[in-house]
């Protein structure tokens, strides 16, 4: 009898286990919603190994899971999930570490040109046409780009200029990642915002940590849309879109109340301003993510409001992570106080 209440009390008082998931959906989500039926229940700590598809639905077989993305009634960027997480409440914090983020397939794609909307108005552009069908059905403006994932390099196919050897270093990323959005909303997977969504920052890679508000039970985590590549800003529209292999932990914290998300990695502290590209003003970003740094150093790492100003007035770093979208703020590691 007495080792029976040890038993119950060890399970009383000691947390579960964490558990690893292998997880393979065949089918995918066009939005970012509490209201969709989850791929997985998991605990906090749990580890869970999946794919994501391509921005137009391809997979690391190359097979067409979207037969026309883009064409109503579908949309790009499918996603992965809902993941729903126990124990996630309204006010939490959903902190999810990126272990892995591998590429997966050989090929890749991007735009064949800059957007019209980030240069002066009225310059003279080439032509946006690089070959009919070579992507998709009736689309010539796009363009495959060969991965080397020996040698982890990235090359346009086929391009035809001066010769030159772009031979890029490949960093993937997700460009679509995040929670359900506060109240009823739903969000397709074009836009971003204070849940994350369609941020498209070159920073979640393997290695990060991102930290989501909650504002449902469960917080229903998705991910998707892989990038091998990207620029800041993203340029092109697109990064050089692939799919992935993806093995992320998540963990719930308790009460955090944030009202961005936020990101940590080997060498900054980043606060994302995120929201929809091309709708609004970079400064209004700027102006989010700057808000909640301060707030950042002076919870967490405990430093006076002068002292988090003129810390942020003298090392602060910005990049812009969507032309007239999002921006983040960055704060080298080295200068904060351990906590």
């Known amino acids: 009898m007495k080792n029976h209440a040890i038993r119950l009390w060890l399970a009383a008082v000691l947390p579960l286990a964490a558990a690893t998931h292998t997880i393979y959906p065949e089918f995918h989500s066009r939005v970012f919603s509490a209201y969709k039926e989850p791929v997985l229940r998991i605990n906090s700590g749990d580890t869970v190994i999946t794919r994501t598809w391509d921005s ?53 794609y991007t735009s064949y040109r800059l957007s019209p909307g980030i240069l002066n108005a009225g310059v003279k552009l080439y032509d946006n046409f690089y070959k009919m069908d070579a992507l998709r059905p009736q689309r010539a403006d796009l363009i495959p780009w060969d991965l080397d994932l020996e040698r982890g390099v990235a090359n346009p196919r086929l391009l035809q200029g001066s010769g030159y050897k772009f031979d890029l270093p490949v960093r993937p990323m997700l460009g679509c990642i995040g929670v ?68 992320f932990t998540v963990r719930v914290q308790k009460g955090k109340n944030l009202s961005i998300p936020r990101l940590v990695n080997d060498k900054y502290l980043i606060s994302i301003g995120a929201q929809p590209e091309f709708s609004n003003l970079m400064d209004q970003g700027v102006r989010m993510a700057n808000t909640d740094m301060v707030r950042w150093l002076t919870e967490e790492y405990k430093l006076t409001a002068p002292e988090a100003h003129l810390l942020m007035g003298t090392v602060v770093e910005h990049k812009i992570v969507t032309y007239f979208g999002t921006m983040a703020t960055m704060v080298p590691r080295k200068y904060l106080p351990k906590r």
């Open 56 to 108: 137009g639905g391809q997979d690391h077989k190359g097979v067409r899971h979207i037969q026309h993305p883009y064409v109503f009634p579908e949309s790009g960027n499918p996603l992965m999930g809902p993941f729903y997480v126990e124990g996630a409440e309204l006010g939490d914090a959903l902190e999810v570490r990126l272990d892995k983020v591998r590429l997966n397939r050989n090929w890749g």
């Open 180 to 247: 359900a959005p506060p109240g009823e909303r739903v969000e397709t997977s074009g836009p971003a915002g204070s849940y994350g969504g369609n941020m498209d920052y070159s920073d979640i890679a393997e290695g990060a940590t991102l930290y989501f508000p909650v504002y449902h039970k469960g917080a229903y985590f998705y991910l998707g849309d892989g990038h091998a590549l990207q620029g800041d800003g993203e340029g092109l529209g697109t990064g050089i879109e692939t799919s992935l292999d993806v093995q």
